[in-house]
C-alpha cells in the first residue's frame, strides 16, 4: 500500500454541542437566470428526464446542465458569481434529440470535462462528445465505438471496473418491447475509443427495465461494484460483485439487495457514518427502499421503520447534509402534483442523528410541487451550503432551492484530482476524521435519477472548529492524509503530489527520535500535554496505541506495530499536537 502524508498547519481543537438550527430552503430559478428551463410537455410521458449541478468548466462555480425533449436543445448554465447565464456549446447545441442522462467526464484524463448525455430515442443514439479545451465539442460516438442507434438508454454512470485510470462506461436500457436491449458496459482503451465487454464481464443478457445504476465499492475490497435499479416488481434490483478480473457475479438475492418494486433511482451515502455505503431507492406508493449496509456483505431495508417510505410517485433522490450538523439529511422528488390526495410531491427528510428521519415543519419547501424528476445538489454562491437543482415539466420551470438555512455550524468542501487514479478520483473514498468522530463520502459520477452532483464533496462538522485528519482512498491503492486542514473552504487534493508539503509545525519543540525506529521512541518538550494522553495513528485513521503522558520525556515502546507510517498525537484538554514517525 503506498502512502502520502501532508502535513499543514496545526490548530487547536475544540469540541462543543451541534447546533440544530432550522433548515431552510428558497426557490430561486428566476431570478437566478433558469427562466425558460423547464423539460417540455410530455415529460411525464416519457418519463423526464435528468440535471447536472457540476462545475463543467472548472472555475470553482458550480454549473447547470439541464435534458432535453425530443426537438430541443439541452440547456447549458453557466455559474457567474452566483447567477446564471445561457450558454452555447458549439458541437452540441445544434443536435436536437430527446437526452436522459447528462453528465461531464473526463475520458482521457486530460484535464478538461467531456460531455456525455443518453437517449432512448427509437431513432436515435447516445453521444459522446470530446472536449477540445475551450468548451467547443465535437462529437466522437461512432469513432469511439459507443454508437447503438435505438438501445433505449436511460441511466448512465462512469466507474473504473479494471483499475487502469480510465472511466468506463455502464449503460442501462429501459424498452419493454425487445429481446436485444441489454444493459451496456464498455471498458474504456484510454485512446477515446470504448469496447463493449458486456458479455465478457458475466453481465446478464436479458431485458431488465433498467432505470438507472451507480457504482458503489460496498464491501469495501477496493473494487468498484454496481448497484442497478430496474422497474417492475417482476424485475429484481441487481448488485453485480466486482471479481477483480474483468468480471461480475451478481450477488443481489444473497446480500438482501435483490428489492422487487418500480425502481427509478439509485443514491449511495452512508448515512450512519459507519464507513459502509447505504442505497436508497425511490418507488411508487408501495414506498421506498433504504437499503442500510450491515458490513458484512448484506443489507436490511429500514424504510419502513426510519421514516422515509414516502409512499408516492418518487423519481430522485439525493444525500446531503444540509445543516452541517455531521450526517446525510435525504431530498426525495417525485412526479405527484394533487397533493390534497395525501402523496406527497416532493420530501426533505432531516437526519435526527440517530438512524431515524423527520419532514421538518418551515423548511421553505411547501411550494415544492410540480411534476419533478432528476435532482442533484451543488453549491450556487460557494458558502458550502448544498443548494438543490430539479428538473420540471411544464408548466414548471427548474427549481432551483437555495439553501438559506441560518447557523454558525462549519464545514470543508473537498476536491479531488487523480494522478494515477482517474482524473475526477471517481471511486474513491474520502474520510473525515475529528474529535473522534469520523465520516464519509464516495465520489461518484452519475447517480440519482439521471443526474450527476457537484464535482465536490461535502462536509459538515457542526460547531467542531477542526478536523484531524482527511484520508483519501483513492482507486489506485494510494491513500494520502491531510493532517488539520483548514476549514469552511475548499480544499484540492492531487493524489500523490509531494508540493503539497511535509513540514511539520512544531508549537512546544517536541522532538522524537530516533525516526525512524525500530522498537522505542524518545519523545521530549511534551511540558504542555503532562496528565493528557498520547495516541499513535495509523494512515487510515484508526487509533493503534494509546499511553498517559505522565511526563515531559519519555519511552514508547513500537515494537509491535508493523511497518509504515504512523502520526502521534499528544492531547491535553483542548491543546493538541501531531508528530509523523516511521516504523522500519
Avoid at 41 to 63: A, K, L, Q, R, V
Avoid at 244 to 273: L, R
Avoid at 355 to 377: F, W
Wanted: glycine share 8%.
Amino acid at each position: 500500500m503506498k502512502n502520502r502524508i501532508y502535513i499543514f498547519c496545526l490548530l487547536f481543537i475544540f469540541s462543543f454541542s451541534i447546533t440544530n438550527a432550522q433548515v431552510f430552503f428558497n426557490e430561486q430559478s428566476q431570478t437566478l437566470g433558469l427562466a425558460g428551463s423547464s423539460w417540455g410537455e410530455d415529460g411525464n410521458e416519457n418519463f423526464g428526464g435528468g440535471i447536472s449541478f457540476f462545475d463543467f468548466d472548472d472555475d470553482g462555480w458550480d454549473d447547470l446542465t439541464v435534458s432535453s425533449n425530443e426537438g430541443l436543445p439541452i440547456r447549458f448554465y453557466r455559474n457567474n458569481n452566483g447567477v446564471f447565464e445561457l450558454l452555447n456549446m458549439p458541437g452540441i447545441n445544434d443536435d436536437l434529440f430527446e437526452t436522459k442522462s447528462v453528465q461531464w467526464v473526463d475520458i482521457d484524463n486530460d484535464g478538461d470535462y467531456d460531455f456525455f448525455a443518453s437517449s432512448n430515442q427509437t431513432d436515435g443514439d447516445s453521444r459522446l462528445y470530446e472536449n477540445l479545451g475551450d468548451l467547443t465539442f465535437v462529437n466522437i460516438t461512432e469513432t469511439a465505438g459507443l454508437s447503438n442507434p435505438g438501445h433505449q438508454s436511460f441511466g448512465a454512470s462512469w466507474g473504473d471496473y479494471n483499475k487502469d485510470g480510465f472511466l468506463d462506461l455502464f449503460l442501462v436500457s429501459r424498452f419493454f418491447d425487445s429481446d436485444t436491449q441489454f444493459n451496456k458496459l464498455y471498458k474504456n482503451n484510454g485512446d477515446h475509443t470504448f469496447t463493449d465487454v458486456s458479455v465478457e464481464a458475466h453481465l446478464i443478457q436479458e431485458n431488465s427495465l433498467s432505470f438507472c445504476s451507480a457504482w458503489i465499492d460496498y464491501d469495501k475490497d477496493g473494487w468498484q461494484d454496481i448497484y442497478i435499479s430496474n422497474d417492475k416488481t417482476q424485475n429484481k434490483n441487481i448488485l453485480y460483485h466486482n471479481n477483480q478480473d474483468g468480471t461480475f457475479t451478481n450477488v443481489a438475492q444473497a446480500a438482501g439487495a435483490d428489492v422487487a418494486i418500480d425502481a427509478m433511482s439509485t443514491t449511495i451515502g452512508d448515512y450512519n457514518d459507519d464507513g459502509w455505503l447505504d442505497i436508497y431507492i425511490a418507488n411508487t406508493q408501495a414506498g421506498n427502499a433504504f437499503l442500510k449496509n450491515n458490513g458484512d456483505g448484506t443489507f436490511t431495508d429500514v424504510a419502513p421503520n426510519n421514516g422515509t417510505l414516502f409512499q408516492s410517485v418518487a423519481w430522485s433522490s439525493v444525500f446531503l447534509d444540509a445543516d452541517h450538523d455531521k450526517d446525510l439529511d435525504l431530498y426525495v422528488s417525485a412526479s405527484v402534483t394533487n397533493v390534497d390526495s395525501g402523496q406527497l410531491s416532493a420530501a426533505f427528510y432531516q437526519n435526527n442523528g440517530n438512524g431515524l428521519y423527520t419532514i421538518p415543519n418551515n423548511a421553505g419547501l411547501d411550494e415544492d410541487i410540480a411534476i419533478s424528476y432528476g435532482n442533484a445538489i451543488g453549491d450556487i454562491d460557494n458558502d458550502g451550503k448544498y443548494d438543490i437543482a430539479v428538473l420540471n415539466c411544464l408548466p414548471d420551470d427548474v427549481f432551483l432551492w437555495k439553501n438559506e438555512s441560518e447557523n454558525e455550524n462549519n464545514w470543508i468542501k473537498v476536491k479531488l484530482q487523480g494522478t494515477e487514479s482517474n482524473r475526477q478520483g471517481v471511486g474513491a473514498l474520502i474520510e473525515l476524521s475529528y474529535n473522534d468522530e469520523k465520516q464519509y463520502n464516495y465520489v461518484l459520477c452519475g447517480e440519482g435519477y439521471l443526474s450527476q452532483n457537484s464535482s465536490y464533496e461535502f462536509f459538515g462538522i457542526g460547531e467542531d472548529t477542526a478536523i484531524d485528519f482527511i484520508t483519501i482512498y483513492w482507486p489506485s491503492g494510494i491513500e494520502d492524509v491531510v493532517t488539520n486542514p483548514e476549514i469552511n473552504t475548499t480544499l484540492t487534493v492531487i493524489e500523490g503530489d509531494p508540493q503539497l508539503g511535509l513540514e511539520e509545525i512544531d508549537q512546544e519543540k517536541i522532538t522524537v527520535f530516533p525516526n525512524p525506529s525500530t522498537s522505542t521512541l524518545h519523545i521530549s518538550g511534551m511540558n504542555n500535554y503532562v496528565n493528557g494522553a498520547l495516541q499513535i495513528i495509523d494512515m487510515s485513521g484508526r487509533v493503534v496505541q494509546t499511553q498517559a503522558i505522565t511526563d515531559v520525556s519519555m519511552e514508547i515502546n513500537i515494537s509491535s506495530l508493523t511497518k509504515g507510517m504512523y502520526i502521534v498525537q499528544m492531547r491535553s484538554g483542548t491543546l493538541s499536537e501531531y508528530k509523523k514517525i516511521l516504523k522500519m
